[in-house]
């Protein structure tokens, strides 16, 4: 926070580790500059205000959130776990640490704010990547070729993503 003294960090989540983190807080005298927010239910709208949106998850493979910032046009700081290399590509749609290793993650956060021609680069092409990969007509269009692939009498009727629509349904009273 020394280098990034108008910074202001939002934990949002709860866990176990609360009192360790509130008691860090306190000692490092940290007040103005973190937040604990507990468990929301507004984390699209958190994420709108957001710079940088960093994932210090130990276990999850690939949280909502972690998307959802990404899908927002944010640059993340993510643990190189599980399925999260498949979305967050180094030094192209983020930056990547190893998990636990606290100094790189803090490094990284430090870096994306220092530097907001490549954050504002990073979120761009995260935006780009995730609506590419979690579009549903994207999504089910790969589906049906991995059926037709793997299953030759299966037939997809269109080798091409189709588009989407909405149809607007109303009751006969209306």
Not at 39 to 62: H, K, N, T
Not at 94 to 99: A, M, N, Q, S
Not at 105 to 122: C, D, T, V, Y
């Amino acid at each position: 926070m020394a280098q990034h003294p108008k910074t202001l960090l939002l934990l949002a989540g709860e866990g176990e580790l609360r009192p360790l983190v509130e008691e860090r807080i306190a000692t490092l005298g940290l007040h103005k500059n973190v937040r604990l927010l507990g468990v929301r239910d507004d984390i699209p709208d958190l994420l709108r205000l957001a710079d940088v949106f960093a994932f210090s998850s130990l276990w999850e493979a690939m949280g909502r959130a972690l998307v959802e910032a990404m899908l927002l046009g944010r640059a993340v700081v993510a643990p190189s776990i599980y399925g999260i290399p498949e979305i967050v590509h180094h030094e192209e749609t983020g930056l990547l640490y190893e998990v636990g290793k606290v100094n790189q993650l803090a490094g990284g956060i430090s870096r994306l704010l220092h530097h907001p021609e490549e954050r504002e680069r990073f979120g761009a092409n995260a935006r780009r990547l995730t609506r590419q990969r979690f579009d549903l007509n994207q999504m089910v269009w790969q589906i049906e070729n991995i059926y037709a692939r793997t299953r030759p009498t299966v037939r997809t009727q269109n080798r091409t993503p189709p588009r989407a629509f909405a149809i607007e349904c109303r009751s006969p009273a209306h």
